[in-house]
């Protein structure tokens, strides 16, 4: 896994620096420029071409870097090799490798060439497109591409620029969450009063994203206010419309005033689907703004097959996902669509002097610093645009289904070995598993699990527990043993008190040969562990 | 100014193309990398050669893209070369090239090598660094940059990590204003109890930026408790701090509570000053959190005889700049610093079961997730590295002066002829400038504007008005018309009823020669207007 001292440049390129760097010494001189961004073009290539060398979750220490760094910033310039030579030796190491094809945890951030390419163009030109005149292209293209990606994934009309909606690239769907929840607190405070902001409730499961619960806390929402829906293994962690709707009325009763449910299409921990046509149902009744978070698995409701996970959105304020997660844009592209643009921009409109301008007294143009959260954005639509273009829509379905053909092919290694079992059924590409139960107790029928555990309390009445913390503790360690080998990286969650794996396919680069030698991994660590355990009968 | 059609690809990288593609089909091949990121440095090396041949402001009418786009995504593949051919027919005549070295609007989106290459290489790895775990390199490389920066800038050592302070990148400036005004928002809740947000209140002058409404209308402070208190041009638009206490003091009468004051060095109008050290003398008598928002003028700080502009910061809680408006990062890299990180971390903290490490819990580590509004988050510190590292303090030092010497030597030509006046004292590298009042009223003795005015109530006690309303008249119309040719680009404000034109030297690629000849421009356009009213003595 070395990764120091392989990495050289082109002797020739070496020479032309000297040339170039005495002949004009402007930071954005266009022929210093072209040499130092072939060299790191270059060096990403190789990057690429060797990121199966390195272990996939960084090995570092805490605080490695500051050891290898200096105290302060020179004072004189270094060269772009001394750089990228520094990049190589102290900053890889410390990488954990997100474009590894052998990378499955969290969600991918899925890169691409097309991405990138996006990315470059757009920091190459460098515009601040908070308003339509600061850069017409890069409003013009945004609004054009999130049509077209609305249309894609069959958005209703009603969200889109054609049907009176709209739009427009976030960073991040925290953001998204944030400036739609403004939008909908504002909404209801304009009709209440402002003093009445400590009534408002929102909703949400126990499986939401906690950027929503951030967002609440940042807009205001009294945290006595944030209500969170239980869910259940026996549901899949969908939440329950009518548990809903019994808190809903409890608050009302209370003389609280309901504005907010956030609905999730393939949750963080288990990829569960919230049923959004009964949900959206429920807060109709009570005046609610519903935004439906599908940040991971809306990318692969572009193919016909998967569109039914996002039905009825039509009964949704607003709807997002994000394109960097799995969609081949690199961070960051929240893609958010809103029935209702005058909502956002209601509440995030700022009409300063020095910004002015005769396009946005003719109302004919979009100023999406008024959809936002900052005023400066960047020329985003770029990377999407390419995306879409360079791919087309044939191959981005081909790109995602393949991806969950690679975890229908690992789901059915875990099915068929009896020592491991698949926690809830799977929905797109990310694999829940863990070591059985049976597995575990079959080792130490006791509930005592010798060297590797602390437990001994093997008294009736808490037996059930200890079971159960057994079993989540064997998966720990498989999972900390897997990680810390550094051939492949996943991460686990909770659910209903059950510690389990996540095996989240998407790495762009990831192919099924390394999804095979995935299992292997994982079945090697599996068997040292489950041999660790003293069998006590 | 044409731009179509003088836009082509060696053909020997096309056929090259062909026999890539069929090779190797993944959307992240390396070699394909290679070959299509070398054509798009080409590309981008070629715009910055060429880019003085555009507009600098675009000319395109609202509604111009949508005629030349398709009206859906292609469903099958298209070449990278169609693309940018695209790119260049259709997007470059939509943008405003904020890289011009004719560009002096707003302030600058300073574009460098270094800061390209930076997010180049962010973008290659693509990590999501959110916690120290997803990518150790990310967070400490941030926290070693930060320190380094805030050294260069003599921050006093509270505000650093060597001095359990700390700082941290964030996207924009507004976002760094509605972190640090959430973290006072709830220092003072958690005492006073949430439902008492009705009565929080924050302060800032006529001239603060709009970012600042905006997040305390995101953070739900009531729009009735968001003081503005107003500056006069005998002060240069800075902020009074015996009018700013008067005003806490009326609101701590009538039962408020003052939490938070937002003071800025270098002004969006006129890069005023407001005075630190009293601003935050009153500040400190009520337990207030001060930010100071350096956005534009921090960088200049880095050279000794400009940190003067900033003293007083110790008094502060918080302090920001965007790198990338003056220190050649790209958009987008707003450098936050704070006393206190543990009052962020309080109110922007999350902790789900799928995040949780055994970094985390050593507490050895940063998660800079708790330190902004988004989780997810790139590597921004790369840029700001190469930035350092490329050009180090003393390049860096000469690149500013730079451009506070032009700007001086643009001040030189206002003052020397008599037709124009510099409005406001300069500070930096921006000139906020007019034709004089004297000038047009010596063509327009009665306040009649003749043809390019509907102007004409000569009536005495609306005489003065009148005068002012038709020297702004005229000062808009110099505007228009020079922005309108397309070979340089300003802005305006208006301050004290003032109608100015800003000339905001800081594009990386101005030389001298641009000032001079952009003077040439204003004089010719001016010389066109003043001619154009008619003599009516």
């Not at 009825?312 to 304020?317: K, N, S």
């Amino acid at each position: 896994m070395g990764s120091v001292g392989d990495f050289e440049f082109p002797q020739s390129n070496a020479l032309l620096n000297i040339a170039g760097r005495a002949s004009n010494d402007n930071p954005l001189d266009p022929e210093e420029f072209r040499r130092q961004g072939h060299m790191v073009i270059d060096f990403i290539a190789d990057y690429y071409k060797n990121i199966e060398k390195y272990p996939v979750l960084s090995q570092v220490e805490p605080g490695y870097l500051k050891k290898r760094l200096p105290t302060s910033a020179p004072f004189y310039p270094e060269s772009i090799e001394t750089i990228l030579g520094d990049v190589q030796d102290h900053i890889v190491p410390g990488i954990t490798h997100w474009q590894s094809p052998n990378y499955f945890a969290y969600f991918p951030s899925s890169g691409s060439i097309a991405g990138f390419l996006g990315e470059m163009l757009a920091t190459g030109f460098n515009v601040v497109g908070f308003n339509w005149m600061s850069s017409p292209a890069a409003t013009e293209l945004e609004s054009i591409v999130m049509d077209w990606l609305g249309q894609m994934l069959r958005l209703p009309k009603s969200f889109l620029f054609s049907g009176n909606g709209g739009g427009v690239l976030q960073g991040t769907t925290c953001e998204a969450i944030l400036c739609t929840l403004v939008a909908a607190r504002d909404r209801t405070l304009r009709i209440i009063g402002n003093d009445n902001i400590g009534k408002l409730v929102v909703y949400c499961s126990d499986q939401t994203h906690c950027a929503f619960k951030k967002a609440a806390q940042i807009a205001g929402i009294n945290p006595n206010n944030f209500r969170v829906i239980p869910t259940t293994l026996s549901t899949s962690f969908s939440m329950c419309p009518k548990a809903l709707r019994n808190t809903i009325t409890a608050d009302v009763e209370a003389g609280l005033v309901p504005i907010f449910l956030l609905a999730t299409v393939g949750t963080t921990s288990t990829t569960a689907v919230d049923p959004l046509g009964p949900l959206c149902d429920v807060a109709k009744d009570y005046g609610m703004w519903v935004h439906v978070d599908a940040a991971y698995a809306g990318s692969i409701c572009i193919c016909p097959e998967f569109r039914h996970f996002i039905d009825g959105v039509e009964g949704a304020d607003s709807f997002s996902f994000n394109a960097h997660k799995w969609f081949f844009t690199t961070l960051d592209c929240c893609c958010l669509w809103v029935k209702d643009p005058s909502a956002l921009t209601q509440s995030l409109s700022t009409d300063p002097e020095y910004l002015k301008n005769k396009a946005t007294e003719s109302k004919q143009v979009v100023d999406y610093k008024d959809w936002q959260l900052a005023l400066s954005r960047r020329f985003r639509s770029l990377k999407l645009w390419l995306v879409l273009r360079s791919y087309g829509v044939e191959k981005l379905r081909g790109f995602l289904r393949s991806h969950v053909k690679m975890a229908k092919v690992f789901q059915g290694f875990v099915e068929a070995d009896n020592r491991f079992e698949v926690v809830v059924p799977r929905n797109f590409a990310n694999v829940c598993f863990r070591i059985s139960p049976s597995a575990v107790m079959n080792k130490s029928s006791n509930g005592v699990l010798g060297e590797i555990t602390n437990s001994n309390d093997i008294s009736s009445p808490r037996t059930k527990i200890t079971k159960m913390g057994l079993v989540n503790e064997v998966n720990q360690k498989l999972m900390e043993s897997i990680n810390g080998s550094g051939g492949i990286y996943m991460t686990h969650s909770v659910v209903g008190g059950i510690y389990l794996l996540r095996f989240a396919v998407g790495a762009t680069l990831t192919q099924e040969s390394h999804v095979i030698e995935a299992w292997n991994v994982v079945k090697q660590h599996a068997h040292a562990i489950l041999n660790s355990i003293p069998t006590t009968q």
